[in-house]
């Protein structure tokens, strides 16, 4: 099994940066996939980025490429996202996810473990 907390949202204006970072405690952090998701209100929880165990292979969404970046240290059982040139409508809750796996997951239901999200605010 494995925990998942999230940290380093918060506000900030359009054309700005933040950088999520999700520290996941149990063992084995380099066997599982991680991902994160966001949910605006009213809105479906959607695939952001994702990476591979190893941090060899990472998936986008269309609305991101060129701007997020996902890494993972699996020394320091973290995973990150770098979201560069923010704009209003990436302004949801944003989840890490994690599941065993050496594959890159890019569907909610492929994932087991769920953080409990940090709010990412975009003023225009």
């Known amino acids: 099994q494995v925990q998942l907390v999230e940290s380093g949202g918060g506000l900030v204006q359009a054309g700005g940066s933040l950088r999520l970072s999700c520290a996941a405690s149990?063992?084995?952090?380099?066997?599982?996939?991680m991902g994160w998701f966001r949910q605006a209100p009213g809105k479906e929880r959607d695939i952001v980025a994702a990476i591979n165990w190893s941090g060899g292979s990472t998936y986008y969404a269309d609305s991101v490429k060129g701007r997020f970046t996902i890494s993972r240290d699996n020394a320091k059982n973290t995973v990150l996202l770098q979201m560069d040139s923010l704009k209003p409508e990436d302004t949801a809750v944003y989840y890490c996810?994690?599941?065993?796996?050496?594959?890159?997951?890019?569907?909610?239901?492929?994932?087991?473990?769920w953080g409990q999200g940090t709010q990412v605010t975009v003023s225009s």
């Open positions: 149990g063992r084995a952090f380099s066997t599982y996939a």
């Open positions: 996810a994690a599941r065993r796996t050496n594959v890159v997951v890019t569907t909610h239901d492929g994932y087991g473990y």
